[in-house]
C-alpha cells in the first residue's frame, strides 16, 4: 500500500518566479491610513463619491475583527504592505507604446502572442496596481462593448460605474472586501450592450511584482440583457521573499437573459495570501458561470457567488483545487436561490500532495418560497500522499419544500487497482499517477478555453513533479 | 436602469442569531459549590465522587458558555436554549411508580427514575448472578467503587464544554450499566425516564461499561407530558450526559428515544469509546422538546473498531432539532457510518452539523455521512451539513445530504397500484424513517414509537401538495 508515498522532494522551482526590476514611478509608502487612502484618490484624480466610499470602506475594515475560521491570517501584517504601486503613468492604447520592461514581463507570459494568434478579444494587463494595456478588437468597440480598466471606466464612464459599483458587494460585505474598497486599483470593466454576444474571451492578466505589495483590483461585469461574454484572467506573480497580500473584489450583474462565464485561473507564487470576494446575481432567465482554478498562493480562501434572484436563473461554479507544500486552498462556492424555479450546480475537485491542505468551503441556501429548485453539488478530493490534509466544509440552510437538493462529496487515494492497471501497460508509477490525476480533474479541464487547458494540466504536471517521484 | 435589490432577507438565520441569547442564569459559585455538596450528600455519595463532582464544576466555571458564534452552535436558536446551572434534588417522596409511555413487555433489566428519583429497579436473577450491574449512579459508587471509578469520566463528555462539565456536577438522575467480560445480555436492559412533573430541571447522567468480549442492548426511553409542563414561560431544561465505553470486542447496542414535554429544551452531551475490535451502535429517536440538541462524539481510537450513529426525528410546531455529531478516526483500519433521518411538518427545523475526523494515524478508515430531510410543509427547513477533515490518505469516506418533499414518483406509483393517496404517503413517510426505527431491539418499543411519530406528524399529512 505504498505505492504512491514517495518521499518528499522540494517544489520544483517556481516557473514564473523572475522578477523585473521594475523602477516603480509611484510608491506610495508602507502601512494603510485615511492618508494612503486619500492620497489614492488624489492620484487617480477620483469623483467624491468614490473617496468617501473609500473611506468609509477603510472603516468598516479597521472595525472588522480578522476572521477566526478558514486558513491562517495571523501573520499578515496590515502595516507592512505598499497599497498602491504604479509603474507607468497612463494606460497605453497599443501595445508598442507599452514600456519595454513591463512588455518584457509579459512576453514571459505569452500575452501579446496570444492576441496576435486572434485568440483573444481583447487583453488587459493589470502590472501591480494599473491596468497598462488594454485593447479591445474594433468590432467589438463598433458595438458598443466596454472594456477598460475599472479607473479608465471611472473617468470616461463615472455614471454607469457609479450605477452598479457595490451593488453586489457592499464595501462591509466582509473585512478583505472592505479593505478592497478602501484601496482599490485597477481591475476590468466591462459592459456589453443588450443582445451582444461577445464571441470569443476577453481576457485579463494579473501580476505583482513588488515586494510586500498588496493587489487590490476591481472588477465589474455587466452584461445587459440577452447579452454574453466569457472574462479569463490569470494571475501570476514573481517569488519575493516577504509575503504579499492580494485581495480583489469581482462584481457581476447578470440581467434578464444573459450569459456570464468568467474563469479565474490563479498561480500565484507560494508566498501570496490570495483573499478574494467575488460573486454574481443572475436576473431572469440568466446563466452565470464560475471557473476557478487554485493553484498556487500561499492561502487562498475564495467562494465565487452566485445570487438567483429571478425565476430560471441558472448558477454554476466549476472549481478545482491543487494544494501543495506549504499550501492551503480553502476554496469554494456559495449560491443562493432566492426565486423559484432556479437551478445550480457545484462541481468541485481538489488535490492535496506534498504535505498540502485543500479545503472545500461551500453555501447552498434557498429561501422560504423558491420553490421548484434544484441544485447538485459534488466534491470530490483526491489525496496524493499521507501528509496531506482534505477538508470538506459543505454548508445546506434549506427553508423550502418544493425542492431538489442533493450533495455528495468523496475523498480518497489514487487507487491501486487503477495504478497497478497502468503500470501493467508498462507506465511508471509516476505517469500512470499522473494519467489518473487528469482523468480525476477532467470535468473542469475541459471547461476552459483552449489555451488555459493547456496551461492547467502543465501547472498541475508541474506540481506533481515535487510530489510524485 | 433601476439599482438592483438586495438579495430577499427571509427568516435570515444570521438575524436570528442576533436574538439576544437567553440570559445567563447562573447560580452563585459558593451557592453552586453548596448544592454540589447537597446534592452528593442528598444521595449518599462516598467523598470520591463528591471531589469528582467539585472537580467539574470548577471546570465548569472557568469555561465560558457558548458565545452562540461557534460553528456548533450557531445555527441555535440561542433564546430558546436556557444557559443556566440549577439543580435541585427531587422531592423525597413520589409513591408508586407510574405507568411509563415507553414501558417493556419484555427486559432483561430495568430501572426506572421519575423526576430524577430511582422508583423501581429489577434485574434478571441469571443475569445478576452473571455479573451484570444495572443501578442508579450514586448507589453503584456505593456498592461498587472500583468499577464506578474506572469508568466514570473515562471518556471526554464531562470535558465537552461548561454544559459537559455542569453535567458532571450536578446531575441528580444516574444509572450505571456494566457488562462484565464474556456476558452477553440476551434481552434489552431498559432506564425510563419520567419527566419531573412540577418543569424543574433535570440533569441525568448515564455511563454504560461493557468489558472485553461481552454484549449487550442498552435502550433509554424519557417521557414528558404530550403538550406542555410549564405556563410561566420558562423551558424546561434537561441535560444529558451519555458515557458509553466498550472495551475490546465487545458490542454495544445503545438506544435513546425522547418525548420530552414540548416546551422543554434538551441538550444531550453524549461520548463513546470504541475499543479494539469493539462495536457500537447508537440509535437517537427525537419526537418531543421545543429544541432538541444532542452532541454525539464517536471516538474510534483503537483499530478495528466500528460505530453506528443513526438517528431519526419527526418534526412539528416550532420544534428545532439538531444533531451535532463527531466520527473521530485516530485508529488504524475502524470504520463508521451516521445515519440521520428525519421528517419535517410546520414550521419545524433541523440542523445536521457531522463531522468526519481522520487523524494521521486513521489509515484504512471507513466512514461515511448521510443526512436526509423530508419536508412535509412549506414552512419547515433543514441544514444537513456533512464535513470532512482527512489527515490521512488510505481512507475511503464519502458523505451525501439531501433535502425534499415526498417524492411525487413514489406516490404515483403507489397510488397507480390502488393505494390511496394517504396510506400511499404513510406508507413512505414510514419505510423513509423504517430503516432506523427497525434497528431498535424491541418490538414493543418500535410499536410505539411508530404511534407516536405517526401522530407527531398528523400522517396522512398534506397529501399530494403538488
Known amino acids: 500500500m505504498t505505492t504512491t508515498t514517495t518521499p518528499v522532494t522540494p517544489r520544483s522551482e517556481y516557473e514564473f518566479g523572475f522578477h523585473d526590476d521594475v523602477e516603480a514611478l509611484v510608491k506610495l509608502p508602507k502601512g494603510l491610513s485615511a492618508d494612503i ?34 486558513g491562517e491570517l495571523g501573520d499578515i501584517d496590515f502595516n507592512d504592505i505598499h497599497y498602491y504601486v504604479r509603474a507607468t503613468d497612463r494606460d497605453e492604447s497599443s501595445w508598442d507604446d507599452v514600456p519595454g520592461y513591463i ?18 478579444a481583447g487583453v488587459g494587463a493589470q502590472y501591480d496596481s494599473e491596468v497598462v494595456y488594454h485593447n479591445i478588437r474594433e468590432d467589438l468597440e463598433e458595438k458598443g462593448v466596454l472594456f477598460l ?21 457592499p464595501p462591509n460585505d466582509n473585512k478583505f472586501a472592505a479593505l478592497n474598497t478602501a484601496v482599490w486599483s ?51 506573480a514573481p517569488i519575493y521573499s516577504s509575503d504579499s497580500l492580494h485581495s480583489a473584489v469581482v462584481e457581476i450583474i447578470c440581467k434578464p437573459g444573459s450569459n456570464v462565464r468568467y474563469t479565474t485561473i490563479q498561480n500565484w507564487s507560494n508566498n501570496v495570501y490570495n483573499l478574494v470576494t467575488k460573486r454574481a446575481v443572475a436576473q431572469r432567465d440568466a446563466v452565470m458561470t464560475w471557473v476557478d482554478g487554485n493553484l498556487g498562493s500561499k492561502l487562498t480562501m475564495k467562494y465565487p457567488a452566485v445570487y438567483l434572484m429571478e425565476p430560471g436563473a441558472h448558477g454554476e461554479v466549476l472549481s478545482i483545487a491543487s494544494a501543495g507544500q506549504g499550501q492551503h486552498q480553502d476554496a469554494g462556492a456559495k449560491i443562493v436561490h432566492a426565486a423559484p424555479n432556479t437551478t445550480s450546480v457545484i462541481t468541485s475537485k481538489s488535490l492535496s500532495m506534498d504535505g498540502g491542505r485543500s479545503t472545500y468551503r461551500g453555501l447552498l441556501k434557498v429561501y422560504e418560497g423558491a420553490e421548484h429548485c434544484r441544485s447538485n453539488v459534488r466534491c470530490d478530493a483526491l489525496m496524493l500522499d499521507e501528509h496531506s490534509r482534505s477538508d470538506t466544509y459543505p454548508t445546506m440552510e434549506i427553508d423550502e419544500k418544493q425542492v431538489d437538493i442533493g450533495h455528495e462529496a468523496t475523498v480518497s487515494k489514487v487507487g491501486d487497482e487503477q495504478l497497478f492497471y497502468l503500470m501493467a501497460r508498462g507506465l511508471s508509477e509516476g505517469e500512470a499517477t499522473k494519467m489518473i490525476v487528469n482523468g480525476f480533474v477532467e470535468p473542469i479541464i475541459k471547461s476552459l478555453p483552449l489555451e488555459y487547458a493547456v496551461e492547467m494540466n502543465r501547472l498541475i504536471e508541474l506540481q506533481m513533479d515535487g510530489a510524485i517521484g | 436602469m433601476a439599482r438592483l435589490a438586495s438579495p430577499v432577507r427571509k427568516r435570515d438565520r444570521m438575524s436570528e442569531a442576533a436574538l439576544a441569547p437567553a440570559p445567563v442564569q447562573d447560580l452563585p459559585a459558593a451557592r453552586l459549590v453548596d448544592l454540589v455538596d447537597e446534592i452528593s450528600s442528598g444521595l449518599d455519595e462516598p467523598t470520591w465522587l463528591r471531589d469528582w463532582r467539585h472537580a467539574a464544576l470548577r471546570r465548569a466555571l472557568d469555561t465560558p458558555w457558548p458565545s452562540g458564534k461557534e460553528e456548533e452552535w450557531r445555527r441555535t436558536p440561542p433564546e430558546r436554549l436556557p444557559r443556566r446551572a440549577e439543580s435541585a434534588l427531587p422531592p423525597s417522596s413520589n409513591g408508586a411508580a407510574p405507568t411509563h409511555l415507553f414501558a417493556p413487555r419484555d427486559r432483561a433489566a430495568l430501572l426506572h427514575h421519575v423526576g430524577g428519583r430511582a422508583v423501581n429497579a429489577a434485574l434478571r436473577s441469571d443475569l445478576e448472578a452473571g455479573g451484570l450491574l444495572l443501578a442508579p449512579l450514586s448507589q453503584a459508587a456505593r456498592e461498587h467503587p472500583a468499577l464506578v471509578q474506572r469508568w466514570l469520566g473515562s471518556t471526554h463528555a464531562p470535558a465537552f ?33 419520567s419527566q419531573p412533573a412540577d418543569g424543574s430541571d433535570l440533569w441525568a447522567y448515564t455511563l454504560v461499561a461493557a468489558e472485553r468480549e461481552s454484549a449487550v442492548s442498552v435502550i433509554e426511553a424519557a417521557a414528558g407530558p404530550a403538550d406542555d409542563l410549564r405556563d410561566d414561560g420558562r423551558a424546561p431544561f434537561v441535560h444529558h450526559t451519555v458515557e458509553l465505553a466498550a472495551e475490546d470486542a465487545a458490542n454495544i447496542q445503545f438506544a435513546t428515544v425522547q418525548r420530552w414535554s414540548q416546551d422543554t429544551a434538551a441538550l444531550t452531551t453524549a461520548v463513546a469509546a470504541i475499543g479494539r ?53 485516530s485508529g488504524l483500519n475502524a470504520s463508521s457510518e451516521l445515519l440521520v433521518r428525519g421528517v419535517l411538518t410546520d414550521e419545524s427545523h433541523a440542523v445536521q452539523y457531522g463531522v468526519i475526523r481522520i487523524d ?23 441544514d444537513p451539513i456533512p464535513i470532512l477533515e482527512i489527515e490521512a490518505d488510505d481512507v475511503k469516506c464519502s458523505h451525501a445530504a439531501a433535502v425534499g418533499p415526498v417524492s411525487a414518483d413514489q406516490l404515483f406509483y403507489l397510488q397507480s397500484r390502488g393505494i390511496p393517496p394517504a396510506i400511499a404517503e404513510r406508507m413512505v413517510v414510514r ?28 400522517i396522512p399529512h398534506t397529501v399530494v401538495s403538488e
Open chain 1, 37 to 70: 487612502v486619500n492620497t489614492i484618490s488624489d492620484i487617480k484624480e477620483e469623483p467624491d463619491w468614490m473617496r468617501r466610499l473609500r473611506l468609509k470602506a477603510l472603516d468598516h475594515f479597521n472595525s472588522r475583527p480578522m476572521p477566526h475560521w478558514g
Open chain 1, 103 to 120: 512588455k518584457d514581463t509579459y512576453d514571459k507570459l505569452g500575452i501579446p502572442e496570444a492576441e496576435k494568434q486572434g485568440l483573444l
Open chain 1, 149 to 169: 480598466g475599472t479607473d479608465q471606466a471611472l473617468r470616461e464612464h463615472p455614471d454607469l460605474v457609479r450605477e452598479y459599483f457595490t451593488t453586489i458587494i
Open chain 1, 186 to 236: 485597477g481591475g476590468s470593466f466591462i459592459y456589453v450592450p443588450p443582445g451582444v454576444e461577445v464571441d470569443i474571451p476577453l481576457q485579463a492578466y494579473f501580476r505583482i511584482n513588488s515586494e510586500d505589495m498588496g493587489q487590490f483590483e476591481r472588477t465589474l461585469i455587466i452584461a445587459d440583457e440577452g447579452a454574453s461574454v466569457h472574462y479569463v484572467e490569470g494571475c501570476t
Open chain 2, 161 to 193: 464544554d461548561r454544559y459537559g462539565a455542569l453535567g458532571a456536577a450536578l446531575w441528580t438522575q444516574g444509572m450505571f450499566c456494566y457488562v462484565p467480560a464474556g456476558l452477553q445480555v440476551d434481552h434489552s436492559v431498559f432506564h425510563l425516564t
Open chain 2, 277 to 329: 475490535d469493539a462495536q457500537l451502535r447508537y440509535n437517537s429517536v427525537s419526537i418531543g422538546a421545543d429544541l432538541d440538541k444532542q452532541r454525539i462524539d464517536l471516538e474510534l481510537a483503537q483499530p478495528g473498531g466500528h460505530a453506528d450513529l443513526h438517528g431519526v426525528f419527526a418534526g412539528r410546531g416550532h420544534q428545532h432539532i439538531e444533531h451535532i455529531t463527531r466520527q473521530h478516526h
Open chain 2, 360 to 382: 494521521p494515524g486513521g489509515q484504512k478508515t471507513s466512514a461515511f455521512q448521510t443526512m436526509r430531510n423530508l419536508l412535509l410543509d412549506a414552512g419547515a427547513g433543514a
Open chain 2, 431 to 458: 419505510g423513509f424513517l423504517a430503516e432506523v426505527v427497525d434497528e431498535i431491539a424491541d418490538q414493543h418499543l418500535r410499536e410505539v414509537i411508530d404511534e407516536l411519530i405517526e401522530a407527531q406528524l398528523q
